[in-house]
């Protein structure tokens, strides 16, 4: 039985400090309110990730499962960068809180780090099939790190973009994955999660900001 099977019949009860379906206190320059619900929509996840290559997967629980997009570069502050988003099949919601290592050998193996995790509130007046069948998702994020109005737009495919929408949240100046490197859930570098967990640690190492 491959890791995300194990994980699904396992049932492992999501946290994210809260209870997953409550905000922490529960390219447009349009006022948001016209764009976004005031209710929370689902938990939202990026995991990064140091398998074959370090990727950050980004993903929103939508229809019962964590809808997700493997993101190469991660994501950007800086509403002038695109960045490319594969999407890959849902997982199921309980994978939504693991951090540690899956054995190399099976699906996804390598290090993987809790990176950010919160709500998101969808486009008012979108439902999520209507949204994902248009190809365009429009969503503000209440995560640790990432906040602010976000948009996913399918260019091709399983081939996405990744986009900020310029609001108080956006910035130029700021690469978000070097400013904070560290696990929202322990405070750990990918290298130490390896360490912790007996994974690769070389290997999970090269996925962490070089030492200035």
Known sequence: MDYLARVKRAGARISTG???????????????DEYVRKRAQ???VIQKH????????????AE????????????????????????????PVEYGSFEGTIPEGEYGGG?????????YELEA??????????????FELHGKKLKGVWNLTRMSDRQWLLIKSRDAHASKEIDITEAKPRSVKS????????????GDVDKAATG???AK
């Open 64 to 91: 019962g499962v964590l809808k997700s997009w493997s993101v190469p570069k991660g994501p950007s502050l800086d509403t002038s960068v695109k960045r490319l988003a594969m999407m890959v099949e849902d997982h």
């Open 42 to 44: 689902g938990l939202y």
């Open 111 to 119: 290090t993987v780090m809790l990176w950010d995790t919160g709500t």
């Open 125 to 138: 007046g979108v439902t999520w099939p209507e949204a994902e069948k248009k190809g365009r998702l429009r």
């Open 208 to 210: 962490d900001p070089k």
């Open 187 to 198: 405070r750990r570098l990918l290298a130490s999660i390896a360490r912790d967990e007996g």
């Open 50 to 61: 140091r398998a074959s290559q370090l990727h950050y997967d980004f993903r929103l629980e």
């Open 18 to 32: 809260t209870d997953a379906h409550t905000a922490e206190e529960l390219h447009n320059q349009m006022p948001l």
